[in-house]
């Protein structure tokens, strides 16, 4: 089992920076590939970005891709979205998710235990 809560949103006006965090519980953490997903309103929830188990594949939705960046520090049973540049289309609720997947991790289907979720809103 594996616990996630989200921090870090908040309002912000275009053309500035956040950054998300995840904080998971359990001694597994290091075993789960993590994503982040977002989910607009009227909108169904997107893949944003995505990290392997040790860090060694990322992905990125086009959308976000040379803004966002993901990281994780296992350490610390932690995983960061920096997002950068955001945009008001940017503005969504923002979830994190563990996926015991070893591939496919960017397919939402495959993720097993989520968290509930941070508002992120830029204003234009």
């Known amino acids: 089992q594996v616990q996630l809560v989200e921090s870090g949103g908040g309002l912000v006006q275009d053309g500035s920076s956040l950054r998300l965090s995840c904080a998971a519980s359990?001694?597994?953490?290091?075993?789960?590939?993590m994503g982040w997903f977002r989910q607009a309103p009227g909108k169904e929830r997107e893949f944003v970005a995505a990290?392997?188990?040790?860090?060694?594949?990322?992905y990125y939705a086009d959308s976000v891709k040379g803004r966002f960046t993901i990281s994780r520090d296992n350490a610390k049973n932690t995983v960061y979205l920096q997002m950068n540049t955001l945009k008001p289309e940017d503005t969504a609720v923002y979830y994190c998710?563990?996926?015991?997947?070893?591939?496919?991790?960017?397919?939402?289907?495959?993720?097993?235990?989520w968290g509930p979720g941070t508002q992120v809103t830029v204003s234009s």
């Open positions: 990290v392997s188990w040790a860090g060694g594949r990322i």
């Open positions: 359990g001694r597994t953490f290091s075993s789960y590939s």
């Open positions: 998710a563990a996926s015991s997947a070893v591939y496919s991790i960017t397919n939402y289907g495959n993720y097993n235990y």
